[in-house]
């Protein structure tokens, strides 16, 4: 009987330690559970920002092209004005040499005065069209990358984390936006028709130009090599008007694709 007595004690012990054990151990278990939660969510936020990351980046580098498109579009047009501002001096300069009487010359004179004048005044406006262009740009940049750090931060949007403008932000600083980037694009708008009109000048220059040399070698006037020198200075006035051209139906296509953004964005957010 004692013996059976002394059995029941150590069963009783061991199942006091089996249970003091599985107490201890819950606790353990939950602190585990805590801790493995914490680095899945430390893991979910850091993938989270190296996709904003990786999206910032991406949104730089496209806005770094689109500058450099612009750049190299109002080359384009400075070479095109430069190359018909010197093929009109020349083209002048040829007319002088058969005016007959000084009221000739002085006439042509004045008129190439006037078509130089006018050169410069397209290729002073060029030139301001592109600083306001890459001023432009330099806003829209500055604007995504502030954006972008400011989603990072506290994943706030655009509008609600911007504040600069007279104190405006939110809907009313997007609406203010969309409105002054639409009045900028139909400024631009306006100015393509000028540079149309300017392309269709140019074109006739040319071809008045290709044909005075035509018939200037058939009748002897200039040599081979003269007329050599001036088709080649044609062809790239040509050459340039083609690319200003291209670059006027790309931006033509570029200002309506920009304009049926902004009045779906201005349009919806007015209401």
Sequence with gaps: ?????????????????????????????????????????????????????????????????????????????????????????????????????????????EEMKEELEERKDELKEVKEDMKEDMEDMKDEMSDAKDAAKNEMKDGVTRGEAVKNDNGLSGKDLGLKRAADAKAKLNKKTDELAAKEAMVKKGRVRIANAKEKINTMLEKGEITQEEYDKKAASIKRAEINLDKLEASIKQGRSVYARQKETLSKVYDDGSK
């Excluded at 585990?32 to 979910?44: A, L, N, S, T």
């Excluded at 047009?77 to 430069?82: C, D, K, S, Y």
């Design 1 to 109: 009987m004692k013996k059976i007595a002394t059995i029941a004690t150590l069963i009783m012990c061991m199942l006091s330690f089996t249970l003091a054990a599985q107490d201890l151990s819950t606790p353990k278990k939950e602190a585990d559970k805590k801790v493995e939660k914490v680095k899945q969510e430390k893991k979910k936020m850091k993938d989270a920002a190296e996709a904003k990351r990786k999206k910032m980046k991406d949104e730089q580098e496209k806005l770094t092209d689109k500058k450099d498109e612009l750049e190299d579009d109002a080359e384009d047009e400075v070479n095109t004005l430069t190359s018909d501002a010197e093929a009109t001096k020349a083209d002048y300069n040829e007319k002088l040499k058969s005016a007959t009487s000084k009221e000739e010359r002085d006439e042509l004179k």
